[in-house]
Structures are given as structure tokens and as C-alpha cells.
């Protein structure tokens, strides 16, 4: 890479950008790290500036049906819970997560229901997993296997419990070895726990739920995924990646993103760590990190909470949300946002589940969209 004045850099990465997306291989990865505001200038940039349906904010194979773990729940007939519901709960099942190493936090929660409140636990997982010392009952399947075991505990669970307050913990890791006769068997568990089940879903990073919330996903009508697009860069389908943060690449082996990255005409690269990649980018865009800007990010089961800046910004790297507007207006569609606090009124308005928050009503500890609802219904 040589140096560049910022005009330039733009002028270079909406020329790529455009040009492989017409010619239909580009693809587009977003970090799940980064705030909602900077997801959603990332997805109307893909979308609407250059009409990409190669968009997702993971690398990992994953089955599409089970992409949003949440949503896969909720079309099982689970109501969504929250991670207070654990509290509260006199049963707590965990299918296929392991929460010592995926959220500690939530599982000190669940350790806690049983031992201080009685919560019977049932560990369902594919190996054995540090909560199994407090389960009641442990159930073990096979990679493939998950739903088999799931619609066995259902059956079991209708043939000798009576109903009581359930809460199912969901790991977002199912869909890399399960397919969509998973959430049948979710179903029958569903059925069987009552109406008095809630599900939370345990996602990997922390703004997954934004992530998924705002798009980041591929088009239902033909877009690749994270691992088809790394797959399609191997087999020369897809030449250019623009990547919006390095993170959907970092737990991947290694080898298969180099070979993939090292296959690729251009790699447009925004971000702060350009260094972290194993392959250099022909543009570097140099952002902004939370600390820096502020913005929301959307916890695992919805709540969304407001990071506040920490670090006065330094050098010539901005805002991801300014690029992207940037770069959009180099594509000739120009959109002029000011703040972060514009962008998060956008994404009230249009993301499903944000109608109503309030930017000057947000904190630390945030608020969560369905309990706000509740408020105004009562």
C-alpha cells in the first residue's frame, strides 16, 4: 500500500466496489463488533448504494434456516425471554452451548438458579460442558443430531413433568451442525414446556444481535454467505471482499482465509487493524472504535444499551458510519448523516423491534424493546 489523502481512497474503493458488484463478485463481510449505528450505515451502503446481496457478518458455515437462532426459536413457538427470565425459572434447559466459554456471565446466572433458587437444569450438548456438574439430567447427540435428542427430552418432559416456568437457553453454534428439522423438534419442546416457556438465545459476539437485527445477513434470493463467499474467492466466483472489520475472519482457520484472501483481485479493507489480516489490502480505510464515537449495541436477548464515548478521537481515521455515507456519495447516492444520534432515529424507524426507543432514554443499562411495549400497553 502507499499513502493516500482521504478523496483519493474513496474515490479508489467505490471504483472497486462498483465495479465487482455489477459484475457479480463482490462479496461483503461487517463485523459483529460494531455498534448499531455502524451496522445499519454498513447494510444501506450494501443494499441501497450498491444493490449487494453478498452481505453477512460471519465466515462460519451455518445452515440459513437456523442464521438467527432467535428467530428459528420463535418460529418453534417459544415466546422470547430475557436473561432475567433465568431468575425466575423453575426449569432451565441448554441446548448445544457451552456458556463457561460462549457467556460467563449468563452462566454464573444459571449456576445461581439452581443453587441458590432450585432451578433443575438439563444440559443438552454434543460433548460434556462445565454446567454439567449442576444439571439434574445431562442428554449428549451427535454432530447432526441435536434435533433426535431435543424431540426425545420433548417427549419425556410431556409424558412425566407438568408445566412450569421453562426457560430454554439456545446456542447460536447449532446452526453449524444442525439443519431446519431442528426447530420441528423445538417445537414439540415448546409444546411440551407450555406457555409458561420462554427461550434466550446465547449469541457469539457482541452486537451479533444487532447484526441480525439490521440486515447483515445475505438476500434470501441468491446472496452468499460469510463461507461462500470465502469458498467462492477460492474457486474465483468471487474477486473482491470489502471487509468492514477483520473479526468475521479471526476464529477461522487460518490457512483457508489466507489461501482465500490471497486469491482475490481487490481487498477493500475498513477498519482499525488492517495488520490483523494475513493478507495486505490494496485500499485501507482507517475508522474509528467505539471507544472513540459511542453509539448502541443490542445484547444477547434484545436489550439495547448505549456505549458513551471514552477517548477523544485522534488522527485522521473517522467514524464507520462516515465513511460508509462517503462512499455511498462516491457511488452517486448520496446520504448525509450528521450524527450518531441521527442514524439511531433511522434505525427506529425501520428496524423491526426499535420502534418507540428513545435516544435521550438510553444508558448503561439500557432498555429492552418488549418491556418497553408493556409499559405502554399498561
Same mark, same amino acid.
Given at each position: ?13 467505490? %471504483? ?16 459483529? %463488533? ?6 445499519? #450505515? ?27 437462532? %432467535? ?96 426457560? &430454554? ?30 427461550? &434466550? ?25 460469510? %463461507? ?74 434484545? =436489550? ?5 464515548? #471514552?477517548? =477523544? ?26 450524527? &450518531? ?15 418507540? &426507543? ?21
Amino acid at each position: 500500500m502507499t499513502n493516500a489523502t482521504w478523496q483519493q481512497a474513496l474515490v479508489r474503493a467505490a %471504483a472497486t466496489l462498483s465495479e465487482h458488484s455489477k459484475a457479480g463478485t463482490l462479496g461483503i463481510m461487517a463485523s459483529p %463488533a460494531m455498534t448499531n449505528e455502524n451496522l445499519y #450505515a454498513i447494510a444501506k451502503l450494501a443494499r441501497e448504494a450498491l444493490g449487494e446481496k453478498n452481505l453477512d457478518h460471519s465466515a462460519r458455515k451455518r445452515d440459513a434456516a437456523l442464521a438467527d437462532i %432467535a428467530r428459528a426459536g420463535r418460529e418453534a413457538g417459544f415466546a422470547a425471554g430475557t436473561l432475567v427470565d433465568i431468575d425466575a425459572a423453575a426449569r432451565i434447559i441448554t441446548i448445544g452451548v457451552d456458556l463457561s466459554r460462549e457467556q460467563p456471565v449468563t452462566e454464573l446466572r444459571v449456576k445461581k438458579a439452581v443453587r441458590q433458587d432450585g432451578a433443575a437444569l438439563i444440559s443438552v450438548h454434543g460433548s460434556d460442558v462445565e454446567l454439567d456438574g449442576y444439571a439434574a439430567a445431562k442428554v449428549r447427540y451427535e454432530p447432526g443430531k441435536a434435533a433426535a435428542a431435543v424431540e426425545a427430552l420433548a417427549k419425556q418432559i410431556a409424558e412425566r413433568d407438568e408445566p412450569s416456568p421453562s426457560v &430454554v437457553v439456545l446456542g447460536s453454534r447449532l446452526a453449524e451442525t444442525e439443519d431446519a428439522s431442528l426447530i420441528a423438534a423445538l417445537g414439540a419442546l415448546a409444546r411440551s414446556l407450555g406457555e409458561q416457556a420462554r427461550l &434466550v438465545a446465547v449469541l457469539p459476539s457482541c452486537n451479533s444481535r444487532g447484526a441480525l437485527d439490521l440486515g447483515i445477513l445475505p438476500a434470501p434470493d441468491g446472496g452468499l454467505s460469510g %463461507a461462500q463467499m470465502l469458498q467462492a474467492a477460492r474457486d474465483g466466483r468471487i474477486k473482491a471482499l470489502f471487509l468492514a472489520g477483520a473479526e468475521p475472519l479471526l476464529d477461522l482457520d487460518a490457512d483457508l482465509v489466507k489461501d482465500a484472501l490471497g486469491r482475490l483481485e481487490a481487498i477493500v479493507y475498513m477498519g482499525w487493524a488492517a495488520d490483523s489480516l494475513p493478507v495486505s489490502p490494496d485500499v485501507a480505510l482507517p475508522c474509528l472504535t467505539v471507544l472513540e464515537t459511542g453509539g448502541t449495541f443490542s445484547n444477547t436477548d434484545g =436489550r439495547i444499551q448505549r456505549v458513551f464515548r #471514552a477517548i =477523544r478521537p485522534r488522527g485522521r481515521a473517522k467514524p464507520v458510519w462516515q465513511i460508509a455515507a462517503d462512499l455511498a456519495q462516491a457511488l452517486g447516492n448520496p446520504w448525509l448523516p450528521a450524527s &450518531v444520534e441521527e442514524i439511531f432515529e433511522q434505525v427506529t424507524r425501520e428496524a423491526d423491534g426499535y420502534a418507540g &426507543v428513545e435516544w435521550g432514554r438510553l444508558g448503561v443499562n439500557g432498555i429492552h424493546p418488549r418491556a418497553l411495549a408493556e409499559q405502554r400497553q399498561g
